[in-house]
């Protein structure tokens, strides 16, 4: 599945509070502690006068419109040279790979991000990615918050499309830093490498939708519970089948309810968090399914034909392979974000260690396979523990950059990992900013790879796959490492 | 169809329309059409809570974490008002002025601001901070009552602000302030980025170690009640 990366500063907000970026961010995304009180507190806070504003016979408000909506022209451009060109994947003829790809736009958005009414807030975005090749719903998160007179207490709702896209910390999920990133956390991006990552990053828009309450004590207790539900694109029927499931890889079978816990203490300049957050999902992966319906009908053809054309496959009952096949996820993290946010100098320090528990259903697991096509999976659990650090620094806004580490290890699975099973991955980002106005942002970024897990690398795949390259033989890591120059801006 | 609409537009609508036209252009409104959702008619602690409390003290007590912020607690109340009419009309016009101040500002009448600067001139002033430099605080305290000496010329700050630096009327109270706030805004007075003439003059050659000095001894004053 293909997650798209969030947007990140939106010019509405500070249209509608008159606040510059930096008030909300170090340098977007990251958010400062106004920046996090901001956004739980729904996107409500303006300055503006309303032009249109209605009442009820109460004096209630019941319509509160600006002179302008909010709404924002994002764009994400990036220039990506691999290391070395992938392998010829041309089949059956052969195909010319380069070694570069140049993405213009990577990501071109349309939001509106502001209040709705006194209580009420929004980020609705509308994406083309060029991946994609395609324009689609992007994040979405409406909120509803209110707040004790003393601010002591602040409570909220939020109906959001990407699990973690509600969080207000950078240590983990959907605006974990770095974030100009051609290497999605959860599955692959431009570049040469894709890697391995836990189910928490990878359901987004498209593929889930949730709600979920939170509360907020004394600007430094967090507390949130929501639970998501397979939402696909394309569709509104509650049958998951075949095709629905390629789309996106699968879908979550019912909710999968997400628990999440942080701890804020601001002093001085500083702002420091911990947290913890745990996901539970019965996730129906994308496989080849045959229906009982479908088997007999198999059946009947392939002894109709019992020589030529032929299978000589009986499928018998037991193989009856409905799609229901259902993993069951469990994904616990820890989560940290150290933030020096002073007159001249930003600081940050932080990330995350997941770690991923995944029992696999024993209708794709090999030893216990009764399904139609071919099993999945080598064992009946899996297991992947993910560790980002990122320490950044930036000088007046202007200058800056960040040094991050990722490293994925888990359970080897052939089945599931390709060669020797491995899903283990780690690599490097290094990244130089040129902030000349915030909106604007030029980025130059070089991930460096160690390890890249055998099916997520084109590098990595046996010589057999390229019959145009049977010279191509090797499998370092090293290839998959890229050049990035990238370009942010939004209005 | 028109006559619903006319309709409609006669019923409270029309009359919170006007009166929202009437804000932008800088008119006060009528005190009785309150609507509490309504930024634009908040008035003192209700405002307070809903803008000002999230950067300078998030209970409402006026007391900022981040000296990016001034602590406004037991500000002066009419230095408070008129920086506040400075911001609005985009008079002062710092780095951070501009980024925070005029915004907030800019739909702020005459009696909003009135309630603000006195609800934040009524809370209880922070006391002085312990510093772990006494040397700095001696050199702060000397600078703070005597000046610097010609040829550098810098004016004793106790002359306006007072023994305890607690301020009177436009000159603020700087006792107990961030340090760090008061040092940037010293640079900025120094670099004419924040323009009030007599500050200006007053530290244009006062050095960056002076700066440090005077603000670590500002921040370990408790101010005496204002007069």
């Known amino acids: ?491 | 169809m028109d006559g619903l609409l006319m309709n409609k537009l006669t019923k409270p609508s029309i009359l919170a329309a006007a009166i929202a036209l009437a804000c932008t252009v800088g008119t006060a409104r009528p005190a009785d059409i309150s609507l509490p959702p309504d930024p634009s008619v908040l008035q003192g602690q209700e405002l307070v809570s809903y803008a000002c409390s999230k950067c300078h003290g998030v209970s409402g007590n006026g007391i900022s974490i981040s000296p990016i912020f001034p602590i406004l607690a037991g500000q002066q109340s009419i230095y408070l008002e008129e920086q506040l009419k400075l911001l609005r009309q985009r008079y002062r016009s710092d780095p951070h002025a501009r980024a925070f101040m005029w915004g907030i500002s800019r739909a702020l009448t005459d009696e909003q601001i009135q309630s603000v600067a006195t609800y934040f001139s009524s809370l209880p002033p922070v006391t002085g901070r312990p510093s772990n430099n006494p040397a700095l605080v001696a050199k702060g305290k000397e600078i703070y009552e005597n000046g610097v000496p010609e040829p550098r010329k810098v004016i004793k700050c106790i002359e306006c602000h007072g023994e305890t630096s607690e301020g009177t009327n436009t000159v603020p109270r700087l006792a107990g302030q961030h340090p760090g706030y008061v040092a940037l805004q010293l640079h900025y007075y120094r670099s004419k980025l924040r323009v009030n003439k007599l500050m200006n003059r007053n530290v244009q050659n006062i050095t960056d170690d002076e700066i440090a000095a005077v603000t670590e001894y500002i921040s370990t004053l408790t101010p005496t009640p204002s007069p």
Request: net charge negative; proline share 6%; glycine share 10%.
């Open chain 1, 1 to 491: 599945m293909l997650v798209a990366q969030p947007a990140s500063a939106i010019p509405p907000f500070a249209r509608q509070t008159g606040l510059a970026c930096e008030a909300c961010h170090t340098l977007p995304p990251e958010l400062t502690p106004f920046g996090r009180r901001f956004k739980l507190s729904g996107y409500t806070l303006t300055t503006r006068p309303p032009l249109v504003n209605d009442i009820d016979d109460h004096k209630k408000n019941t319509l509160w419109l600006t002179d302008l909506p909010g709404i924002a022209v994002l764009a994400q451009l990036n220039y990506s040279h691999y290391n070395r060109a992938p392998p010829d994947t041309g089949q059956p003829y052969p195909a010319h790979a380069q070694s570069d790809t140049y993405q213009f736009p990577d990501q071109f958005s349309l939001a509106y991000a502001g209040a709705v009414s006194d209580k009420v807030g929004a980020w609705m975005q509308l994406t083309y990615n060029g991946q994609a090749g395609s324009v689609g719903i992007d994040n979405i998160d409406i909120r509803y918050s209110d707040h004790t007179a003393d601010n002591k207490w602040l409570w909220g709702i939020t109906a959001n499309n990407y699990l973690t896209f509600q969080d207000v910390w950078n240590g983990i999920g959907s605006y974990t830093i770095p974030n100009f990133n051609t290497v999605s956390l959860a599955t692959g991006g431009v570049a040469g490498a894709s890697t391995t990552g836990p189910i928490l990053n990878a359901l987004g828009p498209g593929v889930v939708a949730g709600i979920g309450a939170y509360v907020f004590y004394n600007d430094s207790l967090y507390f949130e519970l929501s639970a998501y539900h397979s939402a696909v694109a394309g569709g509104n029927s509650p049958v998951v089948d075949s095709v629905s499931l390629a789309a996106n890889g699968g879908a979550l079978d019912r909710f999968a309810p997400y628990a999440r816990i942080a701890y804020e203490y601001d002093w001085g300049y500083n702002s420091a968090e911990v947290g913890a957050s745990g996901l539970y999902a019965n996730w129906i992966p994308s496989a080849s399914y045959i229906s009982a319906q479908q088997q007999l009908a198999a059946n009947a053809a392939n002894a109709a034909a019992t020589a030529p054309g032929g299978n000589g496959i009986t499928y018998t009952p037991a193989q009856t392979f409905n799609p229901g096949a259902i993993n069951r996820y469990t994904d616990l993290s820890v989560d940290w974000q150290y933030q020096y946010n002073g007159q001249h100098n930003i600081f940050g320090l932080l990330g995350h260690v997941t770690h991923e528990r995944q029992q696999n259903s024993d209708q794709l697991v090999a030893a216990t396979f009764t399904g139609a096509s071919s099993p999945i999976y080598s064992n009946p659990t899996d297991t992947l523990t993910q560790f980002l650090i990122t320490g950044e620094y930036f000088r007046n806004r202007h200058y800056g950059g960040l040094v991050s580490f990722t490293r994925t290890t888990g359970r080897s699975d052939p089945l599931a990992n390709g060669g020797n099973g491995s899903p283990a991955n780690q690599y490097e980002t290094f990244e130089l900013d040129y902030v000349p106005w915030l909106n604007f942002r030029l980025i130059l970024q070089y991930d460096v790879y160690q390890v890249v897990a055998n099916n997520q690398s084109p590098f990595n795949l046996s010589n057999s796959q390229f019959p145009n390259s049977p010279g191509f033989t090797n499998i370092k890591a090293g290839n998959n490492n890229t050049w990035v120059l990238g370009l942010w801006m939004d209005y």
